[in-house]
């Protein structure tokens, strides 16, 4: 079974940085998508950045592109979002989801697994 943990989140200051993990497990993850989601206080869920598990090729959301990094590492099967320049809009529950295709997507309903979420903060 798929489980996804995040870790990381935290209350920081505005131009701060903060680095977001996903701990996956349950399988191989060859051939999926990972993905970072957000959803704000009365806000839909949207999306932040992707990554192929195979060949590391990224995608970001226009608001976060220059500012935020995703990674993985293969050998402890994470996934990293490295957030840099934060602002108060960031200020988010960030969730770490797995996609079964090896195309990228940018909705929720096209990722088939979901963690629980970390929070992030930002004060102006």
């Known amino acids: 079974q798929v489980q996804l943990v995040e870790s990381g989140g935290g209350l920081v200051q505005a131009g701060d940085s903060l680095r977001l993990s996903c701990a996956a497990s349950g399988r191989t993850f060859s051939g999926y998508v990972m993905g970072w989601f957000r959803q704000a206080p009365g806000k839909e869920r949207e999306f932040v950045s992707a990554?192929?598990?195979?060949?590391?090729?990224?995608n970001y959301a226009d608001s976060v592109k220059g500012r935020f990094t995703i990674s993985r590492d293969s050998a402890k099967n994470t996934i990293d979002l490295q957030m840099d320049s934060l602002k108060p809009e960031d200020s988010a529950l960030y969730y770490c989801?797995?996609?079964?295709?090896?195309?990228?997507?940018?909705?929720?309903?096209?990722?088939?697994?979901w963690g629980q979420g970390t929070q992030v903060t930002v004060s102006s």
């Open positions: 990554i192929k598990w195979s060949g590391g090729t990224r």
């Open positions: 989801a797995a996609r079964k295709s090896p195309f990228f997507a940018t909705d929720t309903q096209g990722y088939d697994y």
